[in-house]
């Protein structure tokens, strides 16, 4: 069978990336392009939610407020597993560069201004590669195929709260660490008074629990942008007052994150 692989590209120039996405939408039975961005800082959130099997990554990236060398920096001391296969398009000549991409994970190198360099061999050098990238990725499968139930739970409480940093509340909220709690507690198993649990965990009141949770929420909904909300909260929301409750809020991230998980 002929599994598809999974592609991100990072590329912040509107002629190039128009090719490669020709390119790979030309490879179809090979290849799924999951996520395209010129910011290096959304790269590494497109990761850690698309998981990509590899990245097509410029170098010199303008367009973000980091280049590509940040990205892999960043990339390779994220908690990220598996790691995907790197590979580097670049218009730098200079060896010290590329050392320093390599010391940083790129697994290939293609320069820009190399006379056979294309779109097009770009995607051919990934067909070349499929097999290679996909044994990595089954023997980095088979190493992580039991994790400690601790790194699960990290993992999980990682997911939620990308997603609550989507919708807008903050880390520095008293809310934001009991809303990750509750609804990790819910997506294991549906309970009655989550409030109450998590406060015997922090030598809370039920009420202060359930009131810092509500407060996070309501900032949320006051300060972020509404077209984020409506692009990151996606549920029906039954209050008058156009703000999630609490149950609504934890049931609606305990659902669709379980599919996940």
């Known amino acids: 069978m002929n599994e598809k692989l999974s592609l991100m590209l990072v590329e912040d120039d509107p002629r190039a990336c128009k090719e490669i996405i020709t390119e790979v939408s030309d490879c ?25 099997d590899a990245i097509i990554i ?19 001391t994220a908690d990220v597993s598996p790691l995907p296969y790197m590979l580097v398009i670049t218009g730098s000549e200079d060896p010290l560069t590329h050392k320093v991409a390599r010391e940083y994970g790129a697994d290939f190198i293609m320069a820009k201004n190399s006379p056979d360099f294309s779109a097009q061999s770009v995607v051919d050098f990934l067909k070349i590669t499929k097999t290679v990238i996909s044994s990595r990725k089954a023997h980095q499968a088979s190493a992580d195929a039991a994790p400690s139930a601790e790194l699960e739970e990290k993992r999980l409480q990682r997911r939620i709260a990308h997603e609550l940093d989507k919708v807008g509340i903050s880390a520095k909220c008293i809310g934001y660490r009991y809303l ?11 309970v009655q008074h989550v409030c109450r649990i998590i406060g015997k965990k922090y030598s809370k009141t039920e009420n202060s629990v359930e009131r810092a949770m509500q407060n996070a929420i309501n900032r949320a909904w006051a300060g972020t942008d509404p077209n984020d909300l409506i692009a990151n909260y996606t549920a029906r929301i ?14 609606h991230y305990a659902q669709k994150l379980n599919n996940e998980f």
């Open 28 to 52: 179809g039975d090979d290849f799924s392009l999951v996520g395209v961005t010129n910011n290096s800082n959304r790269a590494l959130s497109y990761v850690r939610e698309l998981h990509p």
């Open 58 to 76: 410029d170098l010199e990236l303008q367009g973000g407020s980091s280049d590509g060398l940040d990205f892999l920096k960043k990339l390779k």
């Open 180 to 190: 990750v709690e509750a609804i990790s507690i819910i997506m294991k198993q549906p």
């Open 238 to 251: 039954k209050s008058s007052k156009g703000i999630p409750t609490i149950t609504e809020f934890i049931f």
